[in-house]
T-cell receptor, first 116, second 115 residues
Framework: GAGVSQSPRYKVAKRGQDVALRCDPI?????LFWYQQALGQGPEFLTY????????KSGLPSDRFFAERPEGSVSTLKIQRTQQEDSAVYLC??????????????FGPGTRLLVL | GESVGLHLPTLSVQEGDNSIINCAYS??????FIWYKQESGKGPQFIID?????DKRQGQRVTVLLNKTVKHLSLQIAATQPGDSAVYFC??????????????FGQGTELSVKP
């Protein structure tokens, strides 16, 4: 079946602009994760959902970052008043079952955000 | 952050040789480990995983070894091909309730395969 998809693939924003990044997980996957990847580094955890419940948002860098998954499928990561340090690749991943089962996470292609 | 690596280590191998990529993980409570391959402009792609009750696991052309005593993980790629060129990350999931299933990525290694 189809993998994780993300849109847009590229986003250029002016500093101070709000952006919204979309993630479509693999159909039926219960758990959904967001990661941020800076150039030359490994992905770093932002937040995760189990169905529509956001169970951990400890990795969100500031209160300008907000994520939701209202119907337990598609998720949106919103960044308000973007800053240059927000420039990174934002990766979404999903896994089939409960987060507590610690399973493989399947990643989407990412959204590359550049804040000017 | 918990992942480090401003300068990725690089491993350069000849096509057809075997490759070994090493990773030191951080949390002794981790019980699940995954190797990912990331090509330029793409998201991490699952290669192979291993749980802490195992020392070795084999896939197609790949083998993962786990040494819990020294918190070390390795990925062996047999008969390396140009298509294997990418950045390889190890990732761990700690068995700590309040961290749930979040992945903690290690420092990546850039594998370059010379034809």
């Amino acid at each position: 079946g189809a993998g994780v998809s993300q849109s847009p693939r590229y986003k250029v924003a002016k500093r101070g602009q709000d952006v919204a990044l979309r993630c479509d997980p693999i159909s039926g996957h219960v758990s959904l994760f967001w990661y941020q990847q800076a150039l030359g580094q490994g992905p770093e955890f932002l937040t995760y959902f189990q169905n529509e419940a956001q169970l951990d948002k400890s990795g969100l860098p500031s209160d300008r970052f907000f994520a939701e998954r209202p119907e337990g499928s598609v998720s949106t990561l919103k960044i308000q008043r973007t800053q240059q340090e927000d420039s990174a690749v934002y990766l979404c991943a999903s896994s089939p079952r409960l987060v507590s089962l610690r399973e493989t996470q399947y990643f989407g292609p990412g959204t590359r955000l550049l804040v000017l | 952050g918990e992942s480090v690596g401003l300068h990725l280590p690089t491993l350069s191998v000849q096509e057809g040789d075997n490759s070994i990529i090493n990773c030191a993980y951080s949390n002794s409570a981790s019980d699940y480990f995954i190797w990912y391959k990331q090509e330029s402009g793409k998201g991490p792609q699952f290669i192979i995983d291993i749980r802490s009750n195992m020392d070795k696991r084999q896939g197609q052309r790949v083998t993962v070894l786990l040494n819990k005593t020294v918190k070390h993980l390795s990925l062996q790629i047999a008969a390396t091909q140009p298509g294997d060129s990418a950045v390889y990350f190890c990732a761990e999931i700690p068995m700590i309730y309040n961290q749930g299933g979040k992945l903690i990525f290690g420092q990546g290694t850039e594998l370059s395969v010379k034809p």
